[in-house]
């Protein structure tokens, strides 16, 4: 009987002790948070992509609170970002949203110089000789962007091509850093021609290796009724702040490389 | 001082908690997916394990030793093990933002981990003394942190493997663990005389 009381006895004291403590050092040790910190949160994406320049949602919302940082760092809409700026009493503007944009309407459509079957990474195939497409700037197709994508909204299609869901992309950029050719862009989301080939090659050597690379023929440069249009460092550059959106060279383009984003074209 | 590092490579490689006494399972399958995550767990630990070996040899020496009540341990332990990390956890807040957000979630998370409550139960057991029960928690959280580390390691480029369909996620992972166990096998009569 003894040893039963003496036990529940020491237990309850340590409960009790225990219980005492916490809740005295609950108290002590409480911490104020400022409650625009958590409503600025929810109103954040809270992927934590880091686009922003801060580690996660949270340290960009206190950021905002206790530093004063511009609230639209954030790539998300504009309406969200005025939303923030209600939370903070500040006025607060969106800059036009970006999205990603892939490069490379040959990926699978160029020829190959050797056959591969190992670890399926883009990453990885570069090792080999920058990869498996006798293109030096062709997409791989392993996907790389879409697995490093936090929003999903990079996919792949039938022909293991990268799609971007421009309603889910908030132009974080991880995509762009993640893909071993350089081939994704940000532009954007009103922007209408892509030039969809970053080849430096000549247009000769291109014809040979792929149905959709860019020959160089600067048709698309020379019809541009707004100069938007360059060549700068062998590849066809669109400047979408002098860009008027007429499509005309996305009509002219005599290989259909620049792809109007309006109608999220697919490639023959 | 030699003692005590025989201790420390006792529990770090021969004895380590996870692949030779298969304690603390949980979180070395759990939280290994990523080395960065393992990394703050295998702190988070070795910081709980430390603080907990101080204080349940404290518990163990003043209040269950002299009421004759030493088959109470594993419960008062397990009591004082969790309100220590809440207690530490709240401490931690108040004092350093930035320990806390290293730490992050896996300090709560480790409140019941067994391998902790492992290591209390065996400073008694051992009979070790206040500094040798410290030495001993530190080593087993760095152990931990090792075989935590190892795998996360690993299972990293698991992701680039191609492992059959029914092997993937949690199957291999298993084997993975067990081939390490058994390579940490080979440590065993380090210190036989």
Known sequence: ?268 | MEHLFVIFITVFLVNNFVLAKFLGLCPFLGVSKSLGSAKSMGIAVTFVMTIASVVTWCVNRFLLVPYHVSYLKTIVFILVIATLVQLVELFIAKVSPTLQRVLGIYLPLITTNCAVLGVCILNVQEEFGFIESVVHGFSAGLGFTLAICMMAGIRERLEFARVPAAMQGFPISLIVGGLMALSFFGFQGFFAH
């Open chain 1, 1 to 268: 009987m003894d040893v039963i009381l003496v036990s529940v006895i020491i237990l309850c004291v340590c409960g009790l002790l225990a219980g005492v403590g916490l809740s005295v050092a609950s108290k002590i040790f409480s911490i104020k948070v400022d409650p625009r910190i958590s409503s600025l949160e929810k109103i954040l994406p809270g992927a934590n992509c880091s686009g922003c320049g801060f580690p996660s949602c949270f340290a960009y919302a206190r950021a905002m609170v206790e530093d004063h940082i511009e609230p639209n760092l954030c790539v998300m809409g504009a309406d969200r970002i005025s939303e923030i700026g209600k939370v903070l009493g500040i006025d607060a503007e969106g800059k036009e949203r970006l999205v990603a944009a892939i490069r490379c309407g040959g990926g699978q459509n160029s020829a190959k110089q050797y056959d591969y079957s190992g670890i399926p990474s883009c990453q990885a195939i570069c090792f080999f000789d920058g990869g498996d497409s006798k293109c030096e700037f062709s997409c791989l197709g392993f996907g790389d962007c879409v697995s490093v994508c936090p929003f999903g909204a990079v996919t792949r299609d039938g022909r293991n091509a990268p799609v971007v869901d421009s309603q889910l992309c908030v132009g974080c950029g991880r995509c762009v850093e993640e893909c071993p050719k350089d081939i994704i862009v940000l532009v954007p989301e009103s922007a209408r021609p892509l030039p969809a080939c970053k080849t430096h090659e000549k247009g000769k050597f291109v014809k040979s290796i792929c149905p959709v690379g860019c020959i160089k023929c600067r048709i698309c440069i020379r019809e541009c009724p707004e100069d938007a249009i360059a060549m700068v460092d062998d590849i066809i550059q669109v400047d979408y702040e002098k860009c008027t959106k007429c499509g005309i060279c996305i009509e002219k383009c005599p290989r259909n490389i620049i792809l109007d984003r309006w109608l999220e074209r697919k490639h023959p």
